[in-house]
């Protein structure tokens, strides 16, 4: 029987119990001895190896996070560490890998196919929703869910007085949590790092929309603009003339029951990277694209930077 094991890396998402889940289930299915890394790749130095079975996994596709831990791996950046690796999954007999994650996950485990021929295939999971040649990420959606409920509450203060509400999203360098949710919770203003902005090009039409009647403003903004999200709090106070108040979502966003959407990828990303790696596709990402799941080489995912669809982009352009 062959052994194949799953790990996860970075940032947690909902969905990654899901998959783990189903990974169990379908590797048993597929004849397979389906293991647990525990902890991401500093697990995987420290050998928290252990053999996975249905117990293990009984009851966790509803709740976020993963069962099975996960970190972000300074270490593993080492050749020294990824040799102690490689010594690991030998003594579980282990030459197969699926590693739920993002970019920097993926390098990591490129690193080690490189340097020690381990079979893997990598699921792009990460609420940044920023893995090139792939339109979708596990998690995201939860994410997204997340902040419509957020924004949605806070609506509901926000139109009792007449505040702005600057709202952050996590997203590192990537807009895509904030433009989403920019348009589909009705917000006034999305700030994004990949859209150049000039906040004193709304403020003669914000000041009309008050003379108006208007009474609240939302603002979503991204955590990788080129400003803090208080100065533009201080911006609706200073230049609007309206009363502000900031709310980062923080790690809110990468927690919660994981939506059916999120749910249902994760058993189909799972399906395609341990059907990949049966059928010998040896360093492969599952990518999610307009033609259904393609596996696409690791160099060409890790080597492009993820570009939002330009016509997303162009909702929230001034023309
Ligand atoms: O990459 C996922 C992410 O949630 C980013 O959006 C965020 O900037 C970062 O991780 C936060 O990292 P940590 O949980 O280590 O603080």
């Known amino acids: 029987m062959k052994n194949i094991a799953i790990l996860c890396s970075g940032g947690d998402v909902s969905g990654m119990n899901p998959a783990l889940k189903h990974f169990v289930e379908y590797s048993i299915k597929m004849g397979l001895s389906p293991y647990f890394i525990f902890d991401g790749f500093e697990g995987l130095i ?178 990788g603009i080129k400003q803090e999200t208080k100065e533009i709090a201080e911006w609706f106070e200073n230049e609007v003339g309206v009363e502000s108040k900031i709310c980062v979502l923080g790690h809110i966003q990468r927690g919660g029951n994981p939506t059916v959407y999120d749910r249902l990828m994760a058993y189909k990303f799972v399906n395609h990277a341990v059907d990949a790696l049966l059928g010998g596709i040896n360093s492969s990402v599952v990518c999610y694209t307009k033609n259904g799941f393609i596996h696409k080489e690791i160099d060409e995912v890790t080597s492009q930077k993820y570009k939002i669809d330009q016509k997303l982009l162009n909702y929230i352009k001034k023309s």
């Open 46 to 223: 420290d050998n928290k190896i252990k053999k996975a079975s249905y117990d293990d996994v009984a009851g966790i596709l509803t709740r976020g996070g993963t069962k099975i831990g996960s970190a972000r791996s300074k270490r593993f950046m080492t050749k020294e560490s990824r040799a102690v690796a490689k010594k690991n999954l030998d003594n579980s007999k282990i030459d197969m890998l699926v590693v739920l994650g993002g970019d920097g996950s993926f390098r990591g485990i490129h690193e080690l196919h490189k340097e020690h021929g381990i079979k893997f295939c990598a699921i792009p999971s990460t609420i940044d929703n920023d893995i090139s040649q792939n339109e979708y990420c596990l998690g995201v959606d939860t994410a997204l869910n997340i902040i419509k409920s957020s924004i949605d509450a806070i609506r509901d203060t926000a139109s009792s007085f007449s505040r702005a509400f600057v709202i952050e999203t996590m997203g590192r360098d990537c807009g895509y949590l904030a433009l989403i949710s920019h348009l589909t919770s009705g917000s006034e203003l999305c700030l994004i790092p990949e859209v150049e902005y000039d906040l004193n090009s709304y403020k003669n039409d914000f000041k009309k929309q008050i003379k108006n009647g208007r009474r609240y403003f939302i603002a979503v903004v991204s955590e």
